[in-house]
């Protein structure tokens, strides 16, 4: 996820009249909305605080394409001039962060790092998959005519550019270099802001800037506590896990009543994937298959399919956690480990709590007086057919009893409950009745 050594609420304002302030912004980690929230705050925020340069560094394999629009808007947009930076060793700027380096004013790749590779793609759990050819066109056309309308202002080279969307291309730091894709090459974030003192640059608008950058602050900025909770929340994983414990709590809660620890915990998971859920691309149709896979399970334990529907519901489950994210333009969505890793375990944990609930209900009433019915009781004082003067004795106990339609029953005679009234029990004669002794 994002990382800083700051955070946005302990970071002071920039004073302008002293040197000049380079706010740092990082991108760490798949593009997502809780990151682009974090990156066009902070931009605004540097406009507001007058800063002279916004840099930020990135570290990404790609993401949402709703996301990465909302960024690179937010740079074209920027008063404050912004440079990109991929770094550190090693680090890459791919797919969506493609899209996101070429955008800013200045761009710039450490030693030993990637961009490009920014072809659209469909993709299931992280998996690429085919669609429609004119599906595909219209993606790849869009995505081409969006780099296009600013590569072209910045002054870089486009067709080269379009290579990375057409052809899946990537490049090196020095490809990209001697391509005119990027501006420099350098090692580290202060040496690129030492290169750009004095530099001129042109804005997405034609007009030209000086850079002033003599003995410069810089100010990182992070994400909030907010952001950084936040952030994880939106990762399909994450989201997907929330999920299903929600469903599971809340399942747990209705079946036995009064244990409460799953019902709150169910509760508060749901809440916190249904946030997710309305900033993710969610597939209702993921949705609609793990609901189904629900009802499998239930079904599962009601009747012995021999494990058939229980097959049906792991697979149905698997199918819509990896259909859960829906987006052309990233690979992200909930990996194939983590949907089989829940829903086994779910499918074990519905089938045993549905089963012993329906065993509950074949259990018989051990306290109170149902517990009294079918019980046999000897009679102790004969019954009178039509009257309720009779007495019988029941687990140790003496309660007056009625014979309904078995006529009268003498005493010594064996008898079974039929039912309670209030204090009286309804019997019925199990054996005739036994001779008087003198």
Known sequence: MLLASANNS??????????????????DGEVEPVLAEYIVD????????????????MDTPGGLDTSMREIIQAILRSPVPVATYVSPTGARAASAGFFILLSADVDAMSPGTETGAASPIMAIGGQPVKIDDTEEKKIINDALAFLRSY??????????????????????????????LI?????????????????????????????????????????????????????????????????????????????????????????????????????????????????????????PTHGVLGVGGVVAMVLGALM??????????????????????????????MRLVLRSFAWKQSTGKEELIGEEAEVTEAIVSGGSSGMVRVHG????????RDGDIPRGSRVRVRRVNGLTLEVERLAPPQAASS
Do not use: C
């Open 10 to 27: 302990a970071a002071p304002p920039p004073d302008s009249s002293n040197s000049p302030t380079v706010v740092e912004l990082r991108i």
């Open 42 to 57: 902070a931009i605004a925020r540097a406009d507001r605080d007058h800063a002279s340069l916004i840099l930020i560094t």
């Open 151 to 180: 590569v072209s202002k910045r002054g870089r080279n486009v067709d080269l550019a379009s290579s990375a969307v057409t052809d899946a291309k990537a490049f090196s730091e020095k490809e990209a270099l001697d391509g005119h």
């Open 183 to 303: 501006d420099l090459v350098v090692s580290s974030p202060e040496e690129l802001v030492s290169e750009l003192d004095g530099r001129t640059i042109t804005r997405i608008d034609g007009s030209t800037m000086k850079l002033s950058l003599s003995h410069p602050v810089l100010l990182p900025v992070g994400m909030t506590t907010r952001e950084k909770f936040l952030s994880r929340i939106v990762q399909p994983d994450v989201f997907f896990v929330l999920l299903i414990i929600g469903v599971l709590g809340l399942y747990a809660e209705f079946t036995h009543p009064g244990m409460f620890a799953p019902g709150v915990v169910g509760a508060i998971a749901l809440v916190l994937a249904l946030f997710a859920m309305h900033l993710l691309p969610v597939n209702f149709t993921g949705l609609l298959l793990i609901i189904a896979a629900l009802v499998l399970f239930i079904l599962e334990a009601k009747f």
């Open 324 to 353: 859960l994210i829906h987006t052309p333009l990233t690979g992200m969505g909930v990996s194939l480990g983590v949907a089989l890793g829940v829903a086994l375990p779910f499918g074990v944990i519905i089938i045993v709590l």
């Open 397 to 404: 106990e003496l309660w007056r009893a009625a014979s309904g």
